[in-house]
């Protein structure tokens, strides 16, 4: 054994790292903060996507619900322009029937 490996892991000496290269204790101190400061920053990534991911699914949602609001007032319109003018409304409805039978799918 060497002296390095008898007196323990005082700062200075040398130790073998996880790839059998000879470093000193200082350096292995170094690479483990790194190795875990990595891993907290991958930790941190993932948590960051997750409460992105979850933003946009909560975004989709209030979307769609702004969206059959929308289309909820929008029939409700519609529905009220019929009752108020009926020939109005009656021919707007034959102009779009004309348009539908012309439209080539």
């Known amino acids: 054994m060497r002296d390095g490996d008898q007196q323990g892991l005082g700062q200075?000496?040398?130790q073998a790292g996880s790839d059998g290269r000879v470093r000193s204790g200082q350096a292995v101190a170094r690479e483990e903060l790194t190795r875990e400061a990595e891993a907290r920053a991958r930790e941190a990534q993932s948590h960051e996507a997750g409460a992105e991911?979850?933003?946009i699914q909560e975004g989709e949602a209030q979307r769609r619900?702004?969206?059959a609001q929308f289309l909820r007032e929008l029939h409700e319109a519609k529905a009220l322009r019929e009752r108020v003018k009926p020939r109005q409304a009656r021919a707007a409805r034959?102009?779009?029937q004309?348009?539908?039978r012309t439209f080539r799918w």
Do not use: I, K, T
């Open 94 to 96: 034959m102009r779009q």
């Open 98 to 100: 004309m348009r539908m």
């Open 12 to 14: 200075g000496l040398e």
């Open 53 to 55: 991911e979850a933003r």
């Open 65 to 67: 619900r702004r969206r």
